[in-house]
């Protein structure tokens, strides 16, 4: 009879953007299902509270202070990682920003789009770059991209993270046939409406734009939920989606 829930225990994944959110639904649930999770995040306090209280709950978590941007402190993080770890499983690379909502593009100010396209593009890009040669070394690494239906099945509130994601998409694609050689799986996961501080702040701008008042209870109703997602990622991460590849999109 088949395990209905995929075996992901001792594997060592490394998630980006793993405080909250999408990341942190994912560091629970994959905590909780016995692998070691390594929380990687800007947001310090989230994220050393988030790997306490699944110590807290008999998992194993650390958590290591991040900005994707940052060339040196990504490549210092994954060295860590081969120092304390000795090998990286799975990376999933869920950090994101989303800036810019509404706006038109003569109003788009330069460096919000800058500050977008180095979180989503430039940040998911440095963290694929160090943790290859750790995913590659065992023979079957496992490389999942958050990507966004935004850019690639339709438009986005905002210019900026439209394109990031439709970027992202285009990084997956191009990844799986250069890793593939080298035992690393690459899938792209499209989140559809999630209820995200991301999301939620997307919505709030969108009605107060027309005018009109923002019920974040009321909102959150119409809005899927980081842990449904989480456990496709924590799916994703186990030897069973070994036959998955390229995108898999969300409600």
């Not at 940040?123 to 023979?139: D, I």
């Not at 994601?165 to 997956?172: H, I, L, P, S």
């Amino acid at each position: 009879m088949l395990n209905p829930v995929a075996n992901i225990t001792n594997k060592i994944i490394l998630i980006t953007g793993g405080a909250q959110g999408i990341g942190g639904a994912t560091a629970q649930l994959c905590a909780e299902r016995g692998a070691e999770v390594i929380i990687a995040d800007i947001k310090v306090e989230q994220g050393e509270a988030l790997a306490a209280s699944i110590r807290e709950n008999g998992g194993k978590a650390s958590f290591y202070p991040l900005d994707v941007r940052d060339q040196a402190a990504v490549q210092t993080l994954f060295d860590q990682v081969n120092e304390n770890y000795d090998r990286l499983d799975v990376l999933i690379c869920a950090a994101g920003v989303l800036e810019g909502t509404m706006l038109q593009p003569d109003e788009f100010p330069v460096e919000i789009f800058d500050f977008v396209m180095d979180v989503n593009v430039k940040g998911m890009f440095l963290c694929v770059k160090y943790a290859t040669p750790l995913l590659a070394a065992g023979g079957h690494g496992v490389l999942i991209l958050v990507g966004s239906g935004a850019g690639v099945l339709g438009g986005s509130s905002s210019i900026a993270y439209g394109a990031s994601k439709g970027a992202v998409n285009g990084m997956g694609l191009t990844l799986e046939r250069h890793l593939a050689e080298r035992g690393i799986r690459v899938n792209v996961v499209c989140p559809g409406e999630i209820e995200t501080e991301l999301k939620l702040n997307q919505m709030r701008v969108a009605a107060e734009n027309q005018g009109q008042t923002f019920d974040k209870e009321q909102a959150a109703k119409t809005l899927g939920s980081p842990p449904g997602v989480a456990k496709l990622l924590a799916f994703l991460a186990s030897d069973d989606a070994d036959y998955m590849r390229r995108n898999l999109f969300t409600r």
